[in-house]
């Protein structure tokens, strides 16, 4: 023992025992009964916390340094991922864990307008604190419906106060899983022989390349990527290579996605393995918002069995949790999230399609897109062209929401205007109001005047003119009865709270154009201007780059609301 470890054993420092939070014994052990024989990968770390977090209710500092040390993770590593994430309630030492209930009321844009500040407020003034905790929300992807809410895990459409108090006070918590096709309807009706067909060899991975690019399938959660092309990008970089399919649908206004999973899950799910086996990936990771309980059950309930029909392989499809963080919808921040960490996009290149999840080629779809492949290869590709107008090939599926008779999924051609969309697939506008405005692509894609609403919506074209984009075809309508100011606020407010923080251009962006549009009249425009172009030029991300969209419309359009 040389001099220097001589002074350490006398108590000069090391022998006082490691730094930071002391080991609960008790914590251990509740924490190890939760994880049984699971593997401690580090991927799963995520997983580990809700499990926690399902169990107890909150994730105590106990539980994070007890997980910390089965994990053999630092504890600032697991408790940086755990704050990260808006779904998970962090107990510290000395504070008051939440309350047994929580009630999350919605207070996106098309929830605004559906009075989401007078039912919180109603709430606020009518539940014991103690008993029932009250939070606002984002966009729940139910806007549909809204005012949306969630209470415990179960999901509440055109919510009201006195509706909500009385589910609490009946113990009407629980995740409801609405009416859809199983895997047996699904096959009675023809539903994986295509799939059986591709892994047979009757259709090549360039055959199914060459009909997904003449279909002229792109990307349908935002960026309109070409969908073949993208398979033909994979393909070309050596393996092993995994496939992701995002469906962390958190674009204010849109809902879609969870509406096909509710309803027919198997059409995406076949798509997705005809998809993995086209570009020859050995593993599939289902990415699924957790603002979507009845989904995630689902998806459990199915994926299990395609395991027990012997479809798939166990665990050849993995389904992964979200946990409230909009940032995880670009697929490298995603990727982040699958791999147990926190959601911060990635510099690019390399593009994820040659490195991406592990550091594998990757292939990254939204559900939507899959969910065509299978008609598309049934029906041929010029079938699915042809349903879209002149210059727009397909169909789309659009989520309506706002001020219209009949929102919802309105499955239109490509090329749509929102004029059409509103008095053709929706009944007109509601009663007492008419058309003033719109959303042409949730919170990213900007607010257009009714006078625009004869523009042709689809990617590119005469909407890229307006610095405006369809992105995952959410249309949120809007009346005289709606301040197009209130609505800029209300998605400013969206891309604040959803910063990752990582960049700076857009953490200190957003908070800075939201309190210069805050501030009263003269408007610093030539402040807003500077700062919407280093946005736009130096955000790491699609959520920098496209915050600004609203403002910049609102100053081009709504001057007069100023």
């Known amino acids: 023992m040389n001099i220097q470890d001589q002074k350490f054993r006398r108590g000069g420092g090391r022998d006082r025992g490691p730094k930071g939070r002391g080991l609960d014994d008790k914590a251990l052990h509740e924490v190890r009964d939760l994880l ?22 909150c994730l105590s500092a106990a539980h994070l340094r007890a997980l910390a040390e089965e994990m053999k993770l630092s504890q600032t590593e697991v408790y940086e991922v755990a704050s990260f994430y808006d779904h998970f309630d962090i107990v510290k030492e000395g504070e008051t864990p939440p309350a047994p209930l929580t009630i999350r009321v919605c207070d996106s ?9 007078t039912l919180l407020k109603e709430l606020a003034a009518s539940v014991d ?45 629980k995740t409801v899983v609405p009416s859809y096709v199983g895997l047996d309807a699904y096959r009675a009706a023809g539903g994986y022989r295509l799939l ?8 090549g991975a360039e055959a199914l390349i060459e009909t997904m690019q003449a279909a ?11 969908a073949g092309r993208k398979w033909s990008i ?31 899950p198997h059409r995406a799910l076949e798509g997705a393995l005809i998809a993995a086996h086209a570009v020859e990936a050995e593993r599939v990771y289902f990415y699924m918002r957790d603002e979507y309980p009845a989904v995630l059950e689902i998806l459990r309930t199915e994926i299990a069995a395609l395991a027990k029909a012997g479809i798939i ?33 990635r510099n690019r290149p390399p593009y994820i399609a040659e490195v991406g999840l592990f550091g594998r080629p990757t292939l990254n779809h939204n559900v939507e897109t899959l969910w065509w492949v299978r008609d598309i290869v049934e029906h041929g590709a010029e079938w699915f062209a042809a349903k879209g107008l002149p210059g727009h090939p397909g169909i789309r599926s659009w989520s309506v929401s706002g001020r219209v008779k009949q929102p919802g999924v309105k499955l239109a051609p490509a090329g749509i205007t929102a004029r059409q969309l509103i008095e053709d697939y929706c009944g007109g506008m509601a009663d007492g109001h008419e058309f003033k405005a719109y959303l042409p692509g949730g919170a990213s894609g900007g607010i257009l005047p009714a006078s625009m609403g004869d523009i042709a919506l689809d990617f590119g074209g005469e909407l890229a003119k307006l610095d405006a984009f369809v992105g995952s075809h959410a249309i949120v309508v809007f009346s005289q009865a709606d301040s197009a100011r209130d609505i800029t606020l209300n998605l400013l407010k969206f891309f604040k709270h959803e910063s990752c923080g990582q960049c700076t251009p857009c953490r200190e962006g957003t908070a800075k154009l ?15 201007r500077d700062l919407e172009s280093v946005m736009r030029d130096a955000s790491i991300c699609g959520l920098g780059q496209a915050a600004p969209n609203p403002v910049n419309h609102l100053l081009k359009y709504f001057r007069d609301e100023l």
């Open 129 to 173: 604190p103690k008993a029932i905790r009250v939070v606002c929300a984002p966009c729940m992807g139910r806007c549909d419906t809204a005012p949306a809410a969630r209470l415990g895990d179960r999901e509440v459409d055109h919510a009201t106060s006195d509706g909500l108090i009385k589910m609490a006070r009946d113990g009407e918590t």
């Open 216 to 226: 002229g399938l792109r990307g349908l959660g935002g960026a309109g990527f070409p």
């Open 234 to 264: 994979v393909r070309s970089f050596n393996g092993p290579r995994l496939m992701t399919v995002n469906g962390d649908e958190g674009e204010p206004g849109t809902f879609k996605d969870r509406f096909y999973l509710e309803s027919d």
């Open 109 to 117: 844009v098309s929830c605004m307008v559906a009075g989401c500040e």
């Open 36 to 57: 049984i024989d699971r593997p401690r990968r580090r991927d799963l770390l995520i997983e580990f916390l809700h499990l926690i977090q399902d169990h107890y209710g």
């Open 196 to 203: 059986a067909k591709v892994r047979a060899g009757e259709i």
């Open 313 to 345: 392989a166990s665990g050849f499809i993995e389904l992964r949790r979200g946990a409230g963080a909009y940032i995880c919808g670009e697929e490298s921040a995603m990727l982040e999230s699958i791999e147990g960490k926190r959601g911060l996009p």
């Open 514 to 528: 939201l309190a210069l549009l805050n501030r009263p009249a003269p408007l610093d425009e030539v402040a807003i």
